[in-house]
């Protein structure tokens, strides 16, 4: 899960078949994609972009609409299309077809139309948007008393009213449940009678969901770094995520200990980062600052940072308004706490099970939510008995972000329909992470052919 580097970077049951079909408006009229930003012409030389014209809430199919941004890159020896959904919340799919190819092997790029698009609510599609000044006063989620407490509550409500009047009626329909019945919409428009979809992260939830409501429309599936969405209480989401940040800082410092190159090699990290800690003006910002160099993960950029012991902090955004790319998350999950003594608990809990890494990036998963209403599309185990393709998750052994422990339990979920494969190293996503991963992966989504049962690929040293 990609969450925002903090304060300034952060910037009803309807069945599917009673949905109203695609409106004849939605049909896909490719173009070449536009320079943007500081894109070079031989970045995105072959990207070509549309626009899909789509319900703002699938429930009430024949009500307002907004413009859904898609792109993709055709394959000279296809044999389907290969749909990816991006992770985050937040990340672009439409950026990663114009100028992120390398993320896929050059055998899915011959074989398959690869397409993104970017989600509901992010980047071109309709962005949530909030202002600045607003947006950049969001209190620390550590706050220690009842009125600090209150106080987040009292912020999260007046964010949430300026970002819906900044955004329109989009803001309350960014969900996940939504996104599934675009991605559909997606396939019919480019008219495939099925797709194959990978999905990345905050991907996963909505390939899994695709699968859940759309299973005859799945050639091939994979889920790779995989957020787990039936767990139902914040203990049940923050005991397995905390512990996977403490596991993998945990390996930074054994790497560090046997590694002579290492900035802190020979002293004692944990004393080192304590230390940085304690004298943080903000040591939420701080610990996220190290949980996303636990990403890749950069274990010689950490330590280098942790020698200096000043945490960088990224430079504020420009302009009236910013984008918020967390609204997702609030609508996807019922993590309420209702009271300080709750909260408090919480935070001691946290501190108490994972000393090294006692705030880690996914707290922000309940401190941006307090105050707010019932989630759109809350958590529930998956229901896939209809599904005749298998799914393969995969997953890094040593995940900061998606906890190893929630990938083995969606595959319990998907029971007959699920198989894992193991990264036995480190970092969020294991795709490109070696060439046994990629291979293994290539081999399904081309062939459909699963690798055995506990099948691992072993782990690949980091260079960051």
């Avoid at 999260?156 to 989009?170: I, M, V, Y």
């Avoid at 055995?452 to 782990?459: D, E, I, L």
Wanted: net charge neutral; with cysteine.
């Amino acid at each position: 899960m990609r969450f925002r580097s903090l304060v300034w970077g952060l910037v009803l049951t309807v069945t599917a078949s009673s949905l109203a079909v695609l409106p004849a408006s939605a049909a896909v009229h490719w173009t070449d994609c536009k320079l943007e930003g500081k894109e070079k012409p031989e970045d995105i030389k072959g990207s070509e972009c549309a626009t899909l014209q789509l319900p703002v809430d699938w429930r009430n199919p024949n009500g307002p609409t907004f413009a859904l941004e898609i792109a993709r890159r055709t394959g000279k020896h296809r044999i389907g299309v290969l749909i990816f959904g991006p992770g985050g919340p937040g990340d672009s799919g439409v950026d990663r077809i114009k100028t992120g190819m390398d993320r896929f092997s050059p055998e899915l790029q011959d074989r398959f139309d690869i397409v993104s698009f970017d989600p509901r609510g992010i980047a071109r599609s309709n962005p949530v948007k909030c202002t600045t000044s607003l947006y950049a006063a969001m209190p620390s989620p550590l706050v220690r008393d009842q009125a600090g407490f209150d106080a987040l509550i009292d912020y999260n409500r007046r964010l949430a009213d300026d970002c819906r009047a900044h955004t329109g009626p989009l803001y309350d329909h960014v969900d996940t449940w939504q996104t599934v019945r675009d991605v559909d919409a997606i396939r019919r428009a480019l008219g495939e009678q099925q797709i194959t979809f990978h999905g990345s992260s905050y991907g996963t939830p909505l390939g899994a969901q695709y699968a859940e409501t759309y299973p005859h429309r799945v050639r091939a599936m994979v889920l790779e770094s995989v957020l787990d969405h039936s767990l139902a209480t914040p203990r049940q989401f923050l005991d397995p995520q905390a512990a996977s940040v403490q596991d993998s800082f945990d390996e930074f410092v054994a790497w560090c200990d046997r590694t002579t190159t290492c900035a802190l090699h020979g002293q004692d990290v944990r004393a080192r980062w304590a230390d940085v800690l304690a004298r943080s003006d903000n040591k939420f910002n701080a610990s996220f600052a190290v949980f996303r160099l636990l990403y890749a993960p950069q274990w010689n950029a950490l330590a280098t940072v942790l020698q200096k012991g000043v945490i960088p902090t990224p430079p504020p955004p420009t302009g009236e308004l910013v984008s918020n790319t967390l609204v997702p998350f609030c609508q996807d999950w019922n993590l309420q706490v209702r009271t300080y003594p709750e909260y408090a608990a919480l935070l001691a809990r946290l501190a108490r099970n994972n000393p090294g890494m006692p705030y880690p990036g996914q707290f922000m998963a309940i401190s941006l939510c307090l105050g707010g209403p019932a989630a759109n599309n809350p958590q529930h185990r998956l229901d896939v008995h209809h599904l005749k393709t298998p799914v393969l998750l995969a997953n890094a052994l040593h995940d900061p972000a998606t906890a190893y422990s929630m990938a083995q339990n969606v595959q319990r979920q998907l029971g007959r329909n699920g198989r894992l494969l193991t990264y036995e190293g480190w970092g969020h996503g294991s795709y490109t992470k070696s060439p046994c991963m990629t291979a293994t992966i290539d081999t399904y989504l081309v062939n459909r052919k699963l690798p055995k049962p506990g099948t691992t690929c072993p782990a690949v040293p980091p260079t960051g």
